[in-house]
């Protein structure tokens, strides 16, 4: 074979190979310090990191998500074609908590970009300025896919999108200093905007009587906001993190909510509904399949739009409607 | 009847799990850490049950294949390290054990240290991590039982283009005699040289196709010295894969396929052919059903193999996996079929690690 062909066996010689390779890495790489004046490539894990990234980074920024609103943030598909995002990044910002520990950090390592890596000056941890809470006291995986480091779905109370945001202008700050003034402005008017919806979204709240409302929920994507708005979540579908429903805990499920007080049954979008929507039929417990994330539906594209849905949906739901 | 009690069974396990939420408590934020002082550790254990008339590569009944240790940890702020030891009735052996330094001048990365050869997509993959309870007849017949490792060092860039595009060079120690059946060393300043090219395109937002392209060259195994004082690999692999974001934890579909083709250095010396090619089927949360095909020429006998594979795949958690997979082989020179069936179960303790891809 190899005789015969010459051109495929040119082809497939080691120096052919290293060619290209050396080729590909002599192009030259661009250093952290002349990011100042162009448009910053910042790439999130999730579409609330990049709708707030774009809030602070206004026209000096060019952000790009790797996962989609309507993805489960814990299980995207770590595919070679986000390495040429990332290769390009300036800044990388992440929600943390290990929330996309099975695909992010192979992805990041595997950029060959200096200037994301952890520790890096473009690598942000969203989450280093949040009060993060159901730490669990231990961990072990006879409790499911636990987080070890605290409930990772700190987003879906609006008012954490305040120190996320002060999180990525520093990380903007670090990259292109020069821009500070600009991104330091930016944040400070989304901050201002946030603080007048968060106001807003608690006067929905208590119109809607949120305060020590029992209800149940899929998976614990929304400890914050029940914390955030008084919500009493006495059960989840999912027995413990990531393990699928059993008959057995469905059944006691649907008993214990037919003795009554659940409101509401409340459901991500990326889980399959058939098990909920038989719970609600069972209970007459009304179903909410409520948005997680910005991008999870067509017309959430900012942070704003996210909470304003969600309280749509949630009183659409609590007034017998369908959400 | 014995899938039905094997169904049953997965079903009672899967509803036994309680609903027991985990002890927890509101704190301030501490440091997304889990030790400075040591790396990140985790055991995947491996066991598997044969029975059939064609126990290739199962002599026991019952047999815990394999017990990897795996340590990784990051060297400094340029570097991470990975050891993968492996503890089998064989003894314990270094798998892997790299260094990486994460990224180069230029947008490089190299590794250093005893790792899996980056010829074709299934050599990098270990074998207990694989779908099947078996290595694919051709890997067997050009690679061994282990696959095509070397000690030496690795070389990979993505060329800069709009799609994804990498190409790896690899040179390292050649495999030792009784190793591997197409490469031996006869001393150990013996090199492999491998050298490997991918591009990943996406085809949709749910689909995705994986084409590479590799070569290795080494000094021949004495009993292909005939043919040539080196021999040489070939090999292509395709790989397709669909998963709706929208419902990505419940359906998905992966098609592979890989070809390799040895050949001595000789004029005119003779080459063999091998190739596999799989698809698996995940049709609910926790339920894949697969199924393989094998054809290969062998590198010492003369005659070809060929082989059909059957799965159906259980997972009661991300981190366990149970698999009944039966198999059917035949060998043309002998004209005789070989049957097996394989009960395999992985497991894994630890931090959670990287999902496959």
């Known amino acids: 074979m190899f005789t015969t062909r010459r051109t495929f066996r040119t082809l497939c010689t080691l120096r052919t190979l290293c060619t290209l390779l050396l080729g590909a890495m002599l192009v030259p790489a661009i250093p952290a310090d002349a990011a100042a004046g162009k448009t910053l490539s910042v790439v999130t894990t999730t579409e609330d990191l990049a709708a707030i990234a774009r809030e602070v980074g206004g026209d000096h920024v060019a952000v790009a998500s790797l996962s989609r609103g309507y993805q489960d943030p814990h299980f995207v598909d770590a595919k070679p074609s986000y390495l040429v995002q990332l290769k390009k990044a300036d800044l990388f910002v992440e929600v943390g908590r290990e929330l996309e520990v099975g695909w992010a950090p192979g992805l990041v390592s595997g950029s060959r970009n200096a200037r994301i890596l952890p520790g890096a000056p473009g690598h942000v941890d969203a989450s280093a300025q949040i009060a993060v809470i159901e730490v669990p006291t231990t961990v072990s995986r006879s409790q499911g896919d636990v987080h070890p480091f605290g409930n990772p779905h700190y987003l879906l109370d609006p008012a954490n999108g305040a120190p996320v945001a002060r999180a990525i202008r520093d990380g903007l700050i670090r990259v292109s200093p020069a821009d500070a003034a600009y991104f330091n402005a930016r944040c400070a008017d989304f901050e201002k905007r946030l603080g007048v919806a968060v106001a807003r979204w608690k006067g929905q709240a208590a119109t809607l009587g949120l305060n020590g409302m029992k209800v149940v929920t899929y998976h614990r994507s929304w400890s914050y906001f029940a914390k955030a708005y008084g919500l009493n979540v006495v059960d989840f579908i999912e027995p413990r993190p990531g393990i699928p429903p059993s008959p057995n805990h469905v059944g006691d499920l649907v008993n214990e909510m037919k003795k009554g007080g659940i409101r509401v049954l409340i459901m991500e979008p990326f889980f399959d509904a058939r098990v909920p929507q038989k719970i609600s039929r069972d209970t007459g417990v009304p179903l909410a399949i409520l948005p997680t994330s910005v991008g999870a539906e067509d017309s959430i594209h900012t942070y704003f739009d996210l909470f304003d849905r969600l309280f749509a949906e949630l009183t659409t739901a609590l007034k017998g409607g369908k959400a | 009847m014995r899938f039905r009690i094997l169904l049953l069974s997965c079903t009672l396990l899967a509803t036994s799990f309680a609903a027991a939420p985990a002890s927890a408590q509101d704190a301030a934020a501490p440091p997304g850490n889990a030790s400075i002082a040591n790396p990140a550790t985790s055991v995947i254990g491996w066991f598997q049950a044969a029975a059939g008339n064609d126990r290739r590569t199962q002599d026991q009944a019952f047999d815990l294949r394999e017990a990897e240790l795996a340590l990784q940890s990051a060297v400094d702020p340029y570097a991470k390290a990975d050891f993968i030891l492996s503890f ?67 070389l990979s860039a993505i060329v800069p283009t709009a799609f994804y595009w990498d190409v790896t060079a690899n040179v390292g120690t050649a ?120 054809s290969t020429d062998r590198t010492t006998l003369a005659g070809r193999e060929r082989g059909v594979l059957g799965l159906v795949q259980f997972q009661p958690s991300e981190f366990s996996l149970l698999s009944l997979q039966a198999r059917r082989t035949h060998d043309s020179l002998t004209d005789a079929d070989g049957d097996a069936v394989f009960l395999k179960w992985t497991f894994n303790i630890g931090p959670h690690g990287a999902h496959p891809y």
């Open chain 2, 88 to 154: 089998s009735s064989a003894g314990v052996d270094v798998e892997e054990g790299y260094l990486t330094w994460l990224s180069l001048p230029g947008g490089g990365q190299a590794k250093i240290g005893k790792f899996r050869g980056d010829f074709g997509k299934f050599n990098r993959t270990h074998a207990g991590e694989t779908p099947f309870a078996d290595r694919p007849l051709s890997t067997l017949a050009f690679g061994g039982e282990e696959g095509l490792s070397t000690t030496g060092l690795a």
């Open chain 2, 175 to 294: 495999p030792e005699v009784g190793v591997n059946r197409v490469f031996a060393a006869d001393t150990g300043r013996d090199l492999l040289w491998i050298g490997r090219s991918s591009a990943f395109v996406d085809l949709s937002e749910a689909s995705n196709l994986n084409l590479g392209i590799s070569y290795a060259n080494a000094r021949a195994d004495s009993m292909l010295r005939a043919e040539g004082a080196h021999a040489q690999l070939a090999g292509a692999d395709l790989t397709f894969r669909w998963k709706n974001p929208r419902r990505s934890i419940y359906r998905s579909l992966t098609v592979q396929s890989e070809f390799t083709r040895e050949q001595g250095s000789a004029a005119g010396a003779p080459s063999r052919n091998g190739w596999f090619g799989y698809a698996l089927y995940q049709f609910a949360r926790r339920w894949k059903v697969g199924a393989r095909y094998d």
